[in-house]
């Protein structure tokens, strides 16, 4: 029952840059929480949060 | 031997006697005059029943997740099935009201006490869980429990009802399964979300305002809740939400009491997630007046005295959502709301304030999965 509702939504993570602004869109890892630091910035080498998560229903 | 049979004569409606259609006619119309409140009661019974089985296969359901919870996460020496049984089906026994002065003391009183204890029990399960473990235990647990109460309280109505013949006692049973039954599949589908630490939309609150409060140095307010000092445009701000990323709703009304002793406060903002209306549209952001806090009601009381004594405007900002999606996961929806939400705050310390004053701004809410 549980598993059904999981299959509906899928789980996405926003990380955002702080410096820069750029968003990238990634799938849900254990440990995961909103303003948690991510990594450095693909474009700028700044500071990448997590800016949000959420379920997405197909 | 010649049956002269006029099958003209025994349906047809034209003639002088018709005896097969007159028993067509009679015989429902005795049989619903006699038994129409049975039968009624049999149709009605056998809609209750397929819920009341759903209800049991969402409590059997939720208490597999718990234990399974527990199994996976600390895999206690002995089988915790049976200790988080017992939890489950623990009760509170509510103060008496016939002299309602000083209630709230009690209510909130009997409430913690419960609270602190069943935490003491959790953690006894082993010693080495963590704080963020055992507020999702917790939150499980609560899940669990309601629902177990849920179908208890329905099944004992049912069955009265069936015992007894009462048809009236089972007509208001009717009524309310429907939106009993939407909170219990809310409660059920939410399980996933507190089990992973996701953020349910109850947290757009706490996701407001713990923006806010990145950078920033973080004390305690009261349990499990934090707070900051910030500034914006010349106004002192501060800061107020429940400790993240644990599953709790900390003490609001205890931590409103501590930031307020001592200092003047010239407004009071709460963000918070509102259950819609039928009909509204969800992740719908509006503006109001008053302490916005659910609960058992003594936070917003604590809140509600101390604006009321220093004569404080307390101002809510709300975004609007479906049991459904206060409890769940938070959808995209509501996560792309918290810019939006965060600007309209903005707009309110500047409408409602002047520079040199100050605000406690409040992210009200579950924050599980959300940080500061």
């Known amino acids: 029952m549980f598993g059904k509702k999981k299959a509906d939504a899928t789980i996405h993570v926003v990380e955002r840059c702080a410096s820069c602004g750029m968003e990238a869109e990634r799938g849900f890892r254990k440990g995961d929480c909103v303003f948690a630091r991510a990594a450095a910035c693909p474009s700028c080498g700044g500071d990448l949060t997590i800016d949000r998560i959420f379920g997405r229903t197909s | 031997m010649d049956l002269d049979l006029d099958v003209d004569q025994l349906f047809g409606s034209w003639g002088e006697s018709s005896p097969l259609m007159m028993l067509v006619w009679i015989i429902p119309i005795v049989l619903f005059v006699f038994y129409g409140q049975r039968i009624q009661l049999m149709v009605t019974s056998n809609e209750i029943k397929k819920s009341i089985t759903k209800l049991g296969a969402y409590r059997t359901e939720s208490r597999d997740e718990l234990v399974g919870f527990v199994r996976e996460r600390f895999s206690p020496g002995s089988d915790p099935a049976k200790r988080l049984g017992v939890f489950i089906d623990y009760f509170s026994v509510m103060p008496v009201d016939l002299d309602p002065a000083g209630i709230v003391q009690k209510i909130q009183h009997t409430v913690r006490s419960r609270d602190e204890h069943t935490r003491a029990q959790i953690k006894s399960l082993h010693p080495g869980m963590g704080e963020q473990d055992l507020s999702q235990v917790q939150t499980l647990l609560e899940i669990a429990s309601t629902l177990q109460l849920l179908y208890k309280v ?29 909170q219990a599949e809310a409660l059920r589908d939410a399980v996933p979300a507190f089990r992973a630490g996701q953020p349910v939309g109850d947290g ?8 806010m409060m990145l950078g920033a140095e973080k004390k305690e307010a009261a349990f499990q809740t934090v707070w900051c000092e910030s500034e914006y445009e010349g106004r002192k701000l501060f800061l107020l939400k429940a400790k993240g990323p644990m599953s709790t709703v900390g003490r609001m009304g205890d931590a409103v009491e501590g930031i307020a002793s001592g200092r003047k406060l010239d407004a009071i903002i709460m963000v918070d997630a509102a259950l819609k209306l039928e009909g509204e549209d ?30 404080i405007p307390v101002l809510a900002i709300v975004v609007r959502q479906s049991v459904r999606e206060a409890v769940g996961l938070m959808t995209e929806g509501i996560a792309a709301t918290a810019r939006d939400v965060r600007a ?9 304030t002047a520079r040199g004053q100050s605000v406690l701004l409040i992210g009200v809410g579950n924050t599980l999965g959300v940080g500061q």
Request: glycine share 10%; with cysteine.
């Open chain 2, 154 to 182: 329905i099944n004992h109505l049912f069955l009265t009802a069936k015992k007894q013949n009462n048809f009236p006692l089972i007509l208001p049973l009717q009524m309310m399964l429907p939106f009993i039954m939407e």
């Open chain 2, 344 to 352: 309209q705050v903005c707009e309110m310390i500047t409408e409602n």
């Open chain 2, 204 to 211: 757009i609150g706490p996701m407001v305002v713990g923006k």
């Open chain 2, 282 to 311: 969800s992740a719908t952001v509006a503006r109001g007046f008053g302490a916005a806090i659910g609960g058992i009601g003594t936070e917003r009381f604590q809140i509600e005295e101390l604006a009321a004594k220093h004569d």
